[in-house]
């Protein structure tokens, strides 16, 4: 059975980095094609793709976010963890990770995790 | 960056009733186009892919259709755990982009 779980801050100041884990069980990014997206949704609107990490380290970015994105993976503790720089309140949202199959171009997410608010504050 | 527009954005129908959704793509994205269901508090579940396969554990009556840039989601006899919001998204081309949702609300 496949899981994933953010963890992270809930609070953020303007300015901050934030840094949000996705541990996961149930499948290893040591397999072929997998992978473990972003995505994030603003309260009350829709959802936006933040970046993509593959089972052979490829990673692919939103371009509108890229210079402010980092995602890497630890495959022994089973986790990935995306990195957004300077922080403004317009980044408040609901943060989730999930599981990208394997498949030709099957870009699509078919397991999440619960996601986890993040607000930016001062 | 391929845009993906919804309509309508907010549909009222009756339990029971046979629903349609529309998402069309700024260019073609051949059949690479899923279907996401979310429902308040939770996160989006997957319901199709290659715009016309349904994921694991999607019941019959979802059904997806089109290819190139229009595409459709119908819901056959709409039950009271259908209404939520539903996502586009077309995976054929980076960056990964969303609809912006419709809305099924009960009439």
């Known amino acids: 059975q496949i899981t994933l779980q953010e963890s992270g801050p809930t609070l953020v100041q303007p300015t901050e980095t934030l840094t949000l884990t996705c541990t996961f069980s149930g499948f290893s990014l040591r397999t072929s094609a997998v992978g473990v997206g972003w995505v994030r949704q603003p309260p009350g609107e829709a959802l936006e793709w933040l970046g993509l990490?593959?089972?052979?380290?490829?990673?692919r970015y939103s371009p509108s976010l890229k210079s402010r994105l980092t995602i890497t993976r630890d495959t022994s503790r089973n986790q990935v963890v995306l990195t957004m720089t300077n922080m403004d309140p317009v980044d408040t949202a609901t943060y989730y990770c999930?599981?990208?199959?394997?498949?030709?171009?099957?870009?699509?997410?078919?397991?999440w995790g619960q996601g986890t608010l993040v607000t930016v504050s001062s | 960056e391929i845009v993906m527009t919804q309509s309508p954005a907010t549909l009222s129908v009756s339990p029971g009733e046979r629903v349609t959704l529309s998402c069309r793509a700024s260019q073609s994205v051949s059949s690479r186009l899923a279907w996401y269901q979310q429902k308040p508090g939770q996160a989006p579940r997957l319901l199709m892919y290659g715009a016309s396969t349904r994921a694991t554990g999607i019941p019959a009556t979802f059904s997806g259709s089109g290819s190139g840039a229009e595409f459709t989601l119908t819901i056959s006899s709409l039950q009271s755990e259908d209404f939520a919001v539903y996502y586009c998204?077309?995976?054929?081309?980076?960056?990964?982009?969303f609809g912006q949702g419709t809305r099924v609300e009960i009439k």
């Open positions: 990490i593959y089972w052979d380290d490829d990673k």
């Open positions: 998204q077309q995976y054929d081309n980076w960056p990964l982009t």
């Open positions: 999930a599981h990208r199959p394997s498949g030709d171009y099957l870009r699509v997410f078919d397991y």
